[in-house]
């Protein structure tokens, strides 16, 4: 089969600088447009200029590579001062001390806690409550209908779920779920004024502190009290250590999980003849789950490692100081990874399971075992209670959440029956 952008992207051309939109109005259009550039692609991020690997293979050895890093330090736009706390996208880089920002050592002595938290077992033993709350919500989306059926999925469904997993998880109380909700959405989007954005940063610090304070004097079976407990002869994780980690994962679980769940019923319900294969039990929810990873990633564009030195990729060199991003988006739809057919939604796509959409390294998402967990259950919870199911706009008129970094959705309006 040939793709019209196939032979473009094997070039590997670099073919100028692609300003992201902030206002995520083409997503499509601007995946093609980062991997027909190249292997490595020229970006601006609102007035910052970067790198971004559209690759899965140069991806892959990139986000292994000792040479790129999490240390802002080593940006050479922060070091000259030409990037501050004023560019909006500062508090997704410079988020503070966690296994998020830090490498080498001092990330596995951060991560380590949080991923015996999320084991295979532990996973398995909050499933049950992971059931429960998806029944919850059903109902509740079925109460909420309006007089002409419509209810949006996103808000009363996709939204809270993975709110209510995390916030079990690490003991916030569910009175203030509503609360952190609004706090990072505003915090992600683009019509945020930056002084708001850093002044919602600041409250998060203050809530998340007041927690480990709670927990330390008050330790619960939680993961936040894992956090704060330190092994036998082991060395604990500062306050400030702990809190970065919960704000950097509530983030990264919540956003995650909603991306995940809304692109997957979308996709379905743009291809009928893929949602008959998997209600008829032809092929497994675990199928859809993936190839809706590669092919609509929950994460565009992750933000950012830094080069301690010159590195080669291909024709490029990424210089010594340099800022790379990495585009999640692009990368699943390689077509060297996932054939000439890469822009097809295929639940029987045998790369399906092939993707990088959690990243790769050991800065893999933690998280991301909990999130698939979260959408195998979700998903056929939702079409078994509604087999009805499908959207009350036409496709088109479902808008992107203006975020450069996560793929949102403003709503999801749609009709239970």
């Known amino acids: 089969m040939n793709c019209p952008h196939a032979e473009a992207a094997r070039a590997g051309r670099n073919t100028g600088v692609i300003a ?34 559209t690759r899965h293979a140069e991806a892959r050895q990139l986000l292994v590579d000792p040479r790129l890093v999490k240390d802002i330090d080593a940006w050479g736009l922060w070091q000259s001062g030409a990037v501050t706390r004023a560019w909006p996208l500062i508090g997704m880089i410079d988020a503070g001390r966690s296994m998020f920002t830090v490498d080498g050592a ?17 996973l398995e033993a909050i499933r049950p409550d992971i059931e429960k709350f998806t029944d919850e919500l059903l109902d509740a989306l079925d109460a909420a209908r309006g007089e002409d059926g419509t209810v949006d999925l996103k808000a009363i469904f996709a939204q809270p779920l993975p709110m209510k997993v995390v916030g079990m998880l690490m003991g916030v109380d569910e009175s203030q779920h509503a609360m952190l909700t609004r706090q990072y959405k505003a915090f992600f989007s683009m019509l945020t004024p930056q002084d708001e954005r850093l002044a919602l940063l600041a409250e998060l610090d203050v809530f998340y502190t007041d927690l480990v304070r709670e927990k330390t004097a008050r330790p619960t079976d939680d993961l936040t009290s894992a956090l704060i407990l330190a092994e036998e002869g082991g060395e604990p994780l500062t306050e400030e250590e702990v809190v970065g980690n919960l704000k950097a994962m509530v983030a990264a679980g919540h956003e995650t999980t909603i991306g995940l769940v809304l692109n997957a019923v979308r996709a379905l319900l743009a291809h009928p003849d893929q ?35 010159d590195i080669a ?46 990243g790769h390294g050991p800065h893999i998402c933690p998280g991301a075992a909990l999130s698939r967990v979260e959408a195998g259950i979700a998903l056929p919870a939702l ?33 239970l029956r």
């Open 275 to 309: 949602l008959r294969l998997v209600l008829d039990g032809e092929v497994g929810w675990d199928a859809v789950v993936e190839e809706t990873l590669r092919w609509d990633t929950p994460t565009t564009h992750l933000l950012m490692r830094f080069a301690t030195e």
């Open 313 to 358: 990729v291909g024709e490029e060199v990424i210089r010594k100081g340099e800022g790379v991003a990495i585009s999640y988006r692009a990368i699943g739809r390689d077509f060297e990874q996932h054939g000439p057919d890469a822009d097809a939604f295929d639940i029987t796509r045998p790369t399906r399971n092939r993707h990088m959409t959690f």
């Open 383 to 415: 079409f078994a209670r509604f087999p009805g199911l499908r959207l009350a706009v036409p496709d088109e008129e479902i808008t992107k959440l203006p975020v450069m970094t996560q793929n949102d959705m403003a709503a999801f309006p749609v009709l």
């Open 106 to 122: 001092e990330h596995r002595r951060l991560r380590t806690k949080t991923s015996q938290a999320l084991t295979p077992r532990r």
């Open 20 to 53: 992201i939109d902030p206002m995520v109005q083409d997503l499509d259009g601007e995946t093609v447009r980062l991997r027909d550039a190249g292997v490595l692609a020229r970006i601006d991020l609102l007035g910052v200029p970067a790198w971004t690997v």
